[in-house]
Nanobody, 118 residues
Framework: QVHLVESGGGLVQAGGSLRLSCAATGRSFSNYAMGWFRQAPGKEREFVAAISSTSSTYFADSVKGRFTISRDDAKNTVSLQMNSLEPEDTAVYYC????????????WGQGTQVTVSS
C-alpha cells in the first residue's frame, strides 16, 4: 500500500510559479512511476506529467516547457515545478503512483487546489 499526500497548492497570479510536492509512504517507492494529473471544474481528469523509476520524464503538450517533474527517492517525494502559470492551469492537482508490476496508477492522493488569477 502507498499513501500519497500533496502539498504546495494555492493562489497565484498569471505568470507566476508554484511548486507542488507529493510525499509517499510505503515501501519500494523507487520502483514506482509517479504522475501528476489535474481536474478543472466541469472537466475530466487529465494527465499533466510523469516520471519513471529511472527518471525519464513525460509531459502533456499544454505544459511542456513550463512544468518540470522530479523525484527524490531518498525522501519518497515527487515534485512538480510549475512556471509561467496561466488561468487555464487552474485545477485540483493529484499525485498518483504506478507500481512496477501494474499497468496503471493504482494509488492517488487527495489533491491540492491550484488557482491562477488573470
Amino acid at each position: 500500500q502507498v499513501h500519497l499526500v500533496e502539498s504546495g497548492g494555492g493562489l497565484v497570479q498569471a505568470g507566476g510559479s508554484l511548486r507542488l510536492s507529493c510525499a509517499a509512504t510505503g515501501r519500494s517507492f523507487s520502483n514506482y512511476a509517479m504522475g501528476w494529473f489535474r481536474q478543472a471544474p466541469g472537466k475530466e481528469r487529465e494527465f499533466v506529467a510523469a516520471i519513471s523509476s529511472t527518471s525519464s520524464t513525460y509531459f502533456a503538450d499544454s505544459v511542456k516547457g513550463r512544468f518540470t517533474i522530479s523525484r527524490d527517492d531518498a525522501k519518497n517525494t515527487v515534485s512538480l515545478q510549475m512556471n509561467s502559470l496561466e488561468p487555464e492551469d487552474t485545477a485540483v492537482y493529484y499525485c498518483a503512483a504506478a507500481p512496477a508490476e501494474s499497468g496503471g496508477y493504482d494509488y492517488w492522493g487527495q489533491g491540492t487546489q491550484v488557482t491562477v488569477s488573470s
